[in-house]
T-cell receptor, first 111, second 110 residues
Framework: GENVEQHPSTLSVQEGDSAVIKCTYSDSASNYFPWYKQELGKRPQLIIDIRSNVGEKKDQRIAVTLNKTAKHFSLHITETQPEDSAVYFCAASGSARQLTFGSGTQLTVLP | DTEVTQTPKHLVMGMTNKKSLKCEQHMGHRAMYWYKQKAKKPPELMFVYSYEKLSINESVPSRFSPECPNSSLLNLHLHALQPEDSALYLC?????????FGEGSRLTVL
């Protein structure tokens, strides 16, 4: 089955700096890669996703890049703000059409 | 309507109780899921219903019993739970690969 590894597990950045979270996946048949943000006590919220037919997608301060050859994808957050502090999960949808989640990254944006 | 609605939001139960968690969606999605999530850990898949039939059961103990009465509703029946079952239980529905989570039911087992 699919295996998704996510790094780092914790990340602290100064407000205004950029944050990058990286994930690798194992199933070459995976074709959908969402990122979820989960604030304390709340549900995971989809913030951006990318499909295997594109290499990069951007939505305001958030971007995701995908390297299918290397089987890794990354989340980039620019001009970070305190409200970006949360746990972020990557995921991959493999041949079984189920999402496999990474282990999560606790992002803290320091004011 | 783009919501997955879960009730109750909070539930406290003893180890001998029987309770149920309920989930409803009206997006016409034909796949519905139950996930269990511990604090700061990723959601763990428990059950998948596809077209109202149980398609995946990830070796979940029998004290958890899912039910899908129709394409919009999903229940999780709880009986004889253990304290380690305390967690956030998330319902989700999907089109292929894209999950829409409910707000979750926070369960505490005493």
């Amino acid at each position: 089955g699919e295996n998704v590894e996510q790094h780092p597990s914790t990340l602290s950045v100064q407000e205004g700096d950029s944050a990058v979270i990286k994930c690798t996946y194992s199933d070459s048949a995976s074709n959908y890669f969402p990122w979820y943000k989960q604030e304390l006590g709340k549900r995971p919220q989809l913030i951006i996703d990318i499909r295997s037919n594109v290499g990069e997608k951007k939505d305001q301060r958030i971007a995701v890049t995908l390297n299918k050859t290397a089987k890794h994808f990354s989340l980039h957050i620019t001009e970070t703000q305190p409200e970006d502090s949360a746990v972020y999960f990557c995921a991959a949808s493999g041949s079984a059409r189920q999402l496999t989640f990474g282990s999560g990254t606790q992002l803290t944006v320091l004011p | 309507d783009t919501e997955v609605t879960q009730t109750p939001k909070h539930l406290v139960m003893g180890m001998t109780n029987k309770k149920s968690l309920k989930c409803e969606q009206h997006m016409g999605h034909r796949a519905m899921y139950w996930y269990k999530q511990k604090a700061k850990k990723p959601p763990e898949l428990m059950f998948v219903y596809s077209y109202e039939k149980l398609s995946i059961n990830e070796s979940v103990p029998s004290r958890f019993s899912p039910e899908c009465p129709n394409s919009s509703l999903l229940n999780l029946h709880l009986h004889a739970l253990q304290p380690e079952d305390s967690a956030l239980y998330l319902c989700a529905s999907s089109i292929p690969g894209e999950l829409f989570f409910g707000e979750g039911s926070r369960l505490t087992v005493l």
